[in-house]
Each structure stands twice: as structure tokens, then as C-alpha cells.
């Protein structure tokens, strides 16, 4: 099938206007006050600029395509990886950069490793594991796709048809399967007329994508998109950050595949009961924090370019004209009684990583546990604070996890969670 | 063992963990350029110290091995300066990124060199003081800039960032460690480098050619409560130098600024366009800092007065009123929108270069015109004179540079820019002007017509310090 993946070349357009300033390695603000904190949490990692920020990824863009380096030595093909496949595709770095290279920073960055996997210099071994999983059994955790649905054993009256489908995705079917039936049973306390795919629900293709892949995930989307569309379900809701990143903006961008179901995250889906003044909660006690989902913020900003130059220039980043779900789930989460709210010192756009993304949890699992842990520490700096809720389950593991390497008492949950407590039955 | 394999082992043993220390050419083509349109050379190492002690193993190891050192903390100097001439070992000093202290008492700062302006910023302002923030980047070091003379919202009250300095750790090149300063005589004193001999100065604007800053004490002015923000226009820089000459008399202004047409458009049109008719070629401003308010009326008082004055005297000079927004861009620094290069180089598209000069004012006019024939007519492609001018304290004297975008991907567009530039700085250097913080092209320019005593003495500073010449050779041109 056609798609609409643009070629290394075709990006240096772009990383070309990198002025190299530097801007991208941490967040600012003027304020008043100012505040500054680190955003790239690969180049806090490694430190070397060679792995800061989106700047770094340029020097790379032309490394690779002038053979600034040689690419045919091993060991340079290693070092090489490992910069292009250390990164979490987080988008910090987007979020400061404000020149033309802007709207393109991790499309690009995932097109320089589709670049490298077509040379051989990658996927990174683990990631080669979790790829062929996906493949065969369409979940990167190497669970059977017949078991895929083990959770919904204990969900009374389950239908696979209905106004609405849940795409509970890989993470919430296999591993916290806490979320998926959080999710399930929100949906029903609302009295929605839901269901599932069943067996019918393949892995979204998102760490397929991430990691630079081009074909595989294509046969996923493909799969998923015939299946929502020929079971006439009018809305889609996932309670996953990745999915819901890929299956409202990705499958139609890259390959044009259009759901005719209106796509949602849970949190969209509730704030709209909200509004409706269908959502009756009880009261929670507890004071939290928000961590914001790299695939739901920041990427889920929309761009707007100009590229035959009619305002501007050819190719000038305009502005952001739609933002990220930055409000949205912070709505729903000030919305239960009894929960006091206190952002993190980095939030919104200048949100710092869970550390999961970019295939960085199999690959590079000390770089994800420490980004973990810096981000917990930052929850248990704000006073008060005993949980940090997040919408994604891939969040709410890795985050989970440097909780637990930290000794710590903080609490990572997920949003539906909170709000499958607070709804009344 | 090779040589190469038996530096890089030193290196990761030095500082502790093979972590902090790359030789693979991934790394190294990350530290092989900058802004500028300087070729790429890269280092062989690069190598990340946390401690003095660690920056003076790595140098004492460099003399044996003979090998180039290159000093770099965000290497944003739009000079090339952190490019290696020569190869050899960058020394990123990133990781010594502490404050180590801030003293409200006698009103000064202790940091290290990987201190950012962003960091530093958000610490001062905690406590009600500044610094002098250049519009660079947020990113980039507070140290590096003030070693360098570097310019920023209070050289018009208080001079350059290295009028700040108050103290100093170095290691020399050949690895032993100093103090300079009052700190020299008891460690924790951190006032002044008077009474003493000031060889902070054999380690203030030398390009990273003397040696390793590894602590930096710097003067912290409180921030006034009161602030106002003068504007205005004149037609030509003719009129415009005047007013800030006679206004800069008063010593009222923090920062005294005026640019040309062309700057105050953002970003800078690449390539030029003629200036529409009638539209004032200078426009200006001026931050007026207080602590009363009675203080603040008298500044504003006076400034409005010699704009009145010299307008009766026919000069065009005029108060102007803009929108809020764009004055408070005037105090807000560190600022990430000027010092992510948008306004400089967005529509060139991704490359800036420019001969930034301490110039007396009353030259600035001809260099302005030399530059306007070189731009606007000798280039093949014709670039937009963007020129800044700022007064700053002391003499009449102050920057005058020009802003110069352009593409990085077409190399005949890099090196009209690159042309345009360098006889920009001839022209500058020969009407009495000093481009700072200077290229290898520029330092020869100055060289060439530098006094011979000058050029005598710098060779045996340099022979004296660094023996081997392994400190960033090549820049400065004399060695
Ligand atoms: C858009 C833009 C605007 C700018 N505007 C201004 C401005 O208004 N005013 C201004 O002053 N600057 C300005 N700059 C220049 C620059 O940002 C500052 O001077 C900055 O502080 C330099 O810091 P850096 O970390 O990038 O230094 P680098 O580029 O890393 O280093 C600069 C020099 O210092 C040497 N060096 C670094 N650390 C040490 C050390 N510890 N000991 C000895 N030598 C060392 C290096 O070898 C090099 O020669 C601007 C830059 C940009 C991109
Ligand atoms: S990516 Fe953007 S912010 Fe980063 S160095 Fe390049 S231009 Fe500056
Ligand atoms: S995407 Fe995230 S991890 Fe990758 S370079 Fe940007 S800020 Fe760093």
C-alpha cells in the first residue's frame, strides 16, 4: 500500500535549519520567575552532546547522510545505535526548539532509525525480540494472542458489538490488567453501550513504529481499522496514551486509513460526560499529582506549517494551532471530590518522560528505570503528594517501577482507576 | 596497547567510569561544529571531568601525550571557538554544573564552569538578584560568557560580565591549580580580585587558550523593584549615536540598545529587502532600573528631556510607544526565543554568524555604512544589515555588530554570508573596532595589525602557561 513515510533526505530539509543553539537540551521559561529543569532524558543519562536533545539528532541527520562517519565499521554501526535507539522519542526537546526543525523532531528521529534498520544497524536486539512477538502473536510481551483477553474472564455481560469498542491495548491486556477492567467497568457504571474486539484486537503497532518499522505495523493497522470498520462501532476508546496517539492520528497520516469510529481516550470520554453532567463521583481522599503521557501531550500537538510558504516561508513552523490533551484528564482528575491537586514542577509541554517510550524499556532498561526514578523523586518533592495518576498503563509501569527501585511510598495509578473508585454504582 | 586505546583507558580512569569518556567518531562529530560557517573538525576524545582535580589529571595526561585540549561547556560562541583546530581531547565540562555558593551578605556568587544561564537565573531571581544575561541561549554557560567579556542587560550600568568577576579557580595547563583573587589569599573570600595583581586576566578573554576556569565568583546586583522601558526611533545612525551618547552621560541606563530596520524585524529577512520608504532606519530602547520611585520618575524625566532637547537641535530622535509585549522582551532574559537563534537565523535557515566588536560610538557610523555597501551591494547575494549597537559603561564605546543568517544547506549562500562577514571585520578592525570572543579569521585580522610588544608578549604568556601549546591551539592565531 502507498504510505506517507518521507526519506532521510527529504527530513534534512529540516534538520538542516537546526541552528544548534542548544535550546532543546533544557526547559526554560522566562516566568517571571524563571524556571529551568532538565527535559531530555537521554542526554541526562549519557550526558555527552552527542545524545542531547533534538540538536544532537541533527549533527547525527548529517553524519549519516554526508558519511560524516563510517557507517560499515562495526563498531561505529554500534555507537550509532546506540544514540538513535537511546532516545525515548519523548518529544522534550520539541516541545523547546522553535525553529522550522520543530513540527518534524520525532518523525524524524523515527525515520533516522527506520534509516539505520534498513542499513542493518538496527533494531537494537531487544527490540528485534519484542518485534517479532508482535508479529507472531501481536503483543510485544511474548504472551499467546489467544490469552489476550484472559482479563475479561471476570467482566460480567461482554459483547463484541455496541456503540463503542474498547481498544484496551497490549499493556492493559496483558500486564495491568487492573487498568483494562478499571476501564471496563467505568464504561458499564456509565451504562455505555460497549464492547470488545476479542480476539479480534492486535497490538496497535505503536512500538513497531517507534522503533523505526515500516511494513509491520502497516499489516496491524490494516487489521484493526478493516475490524472497527466492519463492525460499525461509532466511537472507539482506549485508555492507553500509545494507542490512542496511534490509532487517532498515525493510521491515517502514515498510510491514510481512516476509522470511521470517532477515536477517544478515556479521559476525552469522561470529561464529555462531565459536561453532560453524567459523571457522579464520590469523594476520593487523597492529594496527587498528574504526570502527562508524552503520546497524549506533546505529540498530539498539531503543527501548523507553511509549507508553500503563502504566510511565511516555504516549510516556516507557523505555530502549535491545536494543542495536546494537556487539560482534558486534569479536568477529570480535579473533578473527583476529595482529590487536592498539585502539579509537578514540569508539566504540560515541558512534562519530563516516564522513561518507557521509544522502545527504551527493553532496550535500554537503565535509562528507563533512572528517567523513573527522576520523575518520581520530582512527585515526592511536591509536598503532600501520595500518588501520581497518570492515563497509561505503559506510564504507570515504568513509573511504578522506579518507585519501587526508589523504596518509595508513592503510588502510581492510573486516571480510570481513580474514577472507576469515585463513580457511584 | 595503541596509543589511542591507552589515552581513552587514562581517560576512563581519570574520570572514573568509561561513561564520561568517548573516542568514537559519533560522539566526537557532535562537538565538530557549531552556528557558524566553520568547517568541522573533530576532537578525538571527548571527556567529561566532575572535579578540578579530574581537569587536572586530563591536562597533566594531555602534556605527556602531547595532545590538544579544547575547553567547551554549550559551545554556542558563534565563533567556532570549541571547534578543534587540531583534534585531540574536549574536555566537556557540563557535569561540573554546581553553585557552589550564593553569599547575600557581601552579594556574590561562586559557580562552576557548567553553570547555565537558565540555572543561574532561576537561583538568582529566587533571591532578588541578576546577572547580566546576554540574549544567548539558556543553555549556555554563565561562566564561559563572563570570561569571555561577555555583554548583557547591565553593561550599560555595571560594564561587561567580566567586570563581575571577583575570584577565580584555574588550572594551568600543565595541571597545577590556583586561585586568583581575593580567594587566593583565604578560600572563602570571594569579593573582589583587587588589590590584588590581576591575573585573572591571564585567563580572561583568552579562548580557552590558558587554561581550565574551574570556579568562577561573580558580583550579583540585587533586581530594583522599578523598571521602566524607553523607547524610540531616529532615522539614521547618525542622529541615533548622538541621543545615546548624550543620554549614556547621565549613567541612568541598565542596557542602551538601538538596531537597524532590518534586526527589528522578526526573524531577520534573508535575503535583504529594502526598508519601506518613510519606516525609521534605528530603533531603540533603553531599561531604566530603579528602587524608588522618585528615582525611576527622575530617569524617565531626563530621558525624555534629551530627547527633547536634541529634537529641538533638529535631530530626529523620537520617543516611541510599543506594545507591552515587545518592551518586556527588553528585561526578560535569559530568553528562550532569542536564545533559540529564531530571530536571527529562522528564515536564513539554521546558520549565524557575525563580527560582534567593542567599538568607540563615533566610528560607529562609518562602519555601518562600509558594512551597508558590503551587504547590500558587494555580496552576490545581498544580505539584510542587521546591526546592533548597545553603549555600554565607561567610555563612549560599545557593540556594534551585524547579524548574519544563512542557509546551511547551500553552500554558495554559506560562504557569501561567510565573505560578507569577514570583510565586515577587516573594515571594523581598521576603523578602530575589536570583534570579541574571536574566530581563527578574525584573530588574524587583529593580529596583522595588532602592536608587535602585544603580539611578544601574548606568544611568551603562552609559552610560559602552556608549554606544549596544547590549550586549544590555534585559536587566537599566535600559536
Ligand atoms: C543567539 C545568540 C546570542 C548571543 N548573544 C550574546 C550576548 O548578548 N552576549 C554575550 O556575551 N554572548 C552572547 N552569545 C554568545 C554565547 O552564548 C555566550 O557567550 C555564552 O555564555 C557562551 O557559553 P557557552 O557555554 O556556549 O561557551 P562555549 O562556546 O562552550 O565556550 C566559549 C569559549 O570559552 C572557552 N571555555 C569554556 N569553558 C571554559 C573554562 N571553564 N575555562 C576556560 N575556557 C573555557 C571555550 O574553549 C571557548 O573558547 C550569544 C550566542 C547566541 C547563539
Ligand atoms: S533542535 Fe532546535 S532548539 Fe535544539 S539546537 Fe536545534 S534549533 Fe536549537
Ligand atoms: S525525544 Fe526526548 S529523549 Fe529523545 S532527544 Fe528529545 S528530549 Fe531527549
Redesign the pocket.
Known sequence: MPNNFKDLKWYSQFFRKC?K??TCKSAYSYGPPPTNATICPQGEYFKLDSYYGSRSKSFHGHAILENKVDLTDPAIQEDMQKVIFSCTVCGGCQSQCLLDYKPWICDYIEEMRHHLVNRGIGPTKAEKIYQEKVIKDHNPYGETHSSRFNWLKDVKDLKTDGNMVYFAGCTASYRRTEIAKSTASVLSKLGEDWGVMGENEYCCGSPLLRAGLREEPEKLAQHNVDYINDHGFKTVVTACAGCYKVLSKEYEKWWGLKLKAKVMHTSEYLEEKMKKGELKLNNVPATVTYHDPCHMGRHMNHYEVDMEGKKQWKGSFVQIDKPGLYETPRNVLKAIPGIQFKEMYRNRDNSFCCGAGGGIKSSFPDVALETAKTRVKEAEGVEGVQKIVTPCPFCVTNLGDGAKALGSKMEVVDLIQLVDQALKK | MDKKERIYKTLSQIVGDEKWVSNSPVDCWAYSY??TYKRPQMPNYVVLPKTPEEVQSILRLANAEKIPV??????????G??VPEQGGILMD?KRMDQILEINEEVRFAVIE?GV??AQFAQELFKRGYRFGW????P??????????????GMSGRYGL?SNHITGME?VRPTGEILMCGSPAIRRDSWQSCMPLPRFDGL?TG?????????KLGLFIPPVPDYVHIGTFTADDLTDMEKFMRTFSKYEYSDDLTAISWWLSQVPIPYPYIEKPKGAPEWSGYTTLWAFTEKELENKIEVFNKVIKDLGKQGNTIKATDVPEESKKGRTQLPSQI????K??CKMGGGG?AWP?TFTPSNRWVGVYNLWKEIYTKKAKIALSPSTRVTMYRGCHYGMLRIMTPFPRDRPEEEANAAWCVREAAKVLIDAGGIP??PPTDFAREINKRADPGWIDLICDIKDMLDPNGIM?PG?WGVR
Open positions: 541552528s543553539c542548544g | 557549531d552556528m579544547v575547553p567547551f561547556t554549550a559551545g554556542t560562541n558563534i565563533g571557538l570549541c565540562l564552569p547555565s544561564q546576554p540574549v544567548g541561549p543553555s549556555a554557560s554563565v561562566l564561559a560568557c563572563a570570561i569571555h567579556h561577555g555583554i548583557g560580565n584555574v585567563f583568552t579562548l580557552g587558550t590558558t587554561g581550565v576556569v574551574t532569542v536564545g533559540s537563534t530571530n536571527y549565524i560582534g570579541y570572543k586549544n585559536k
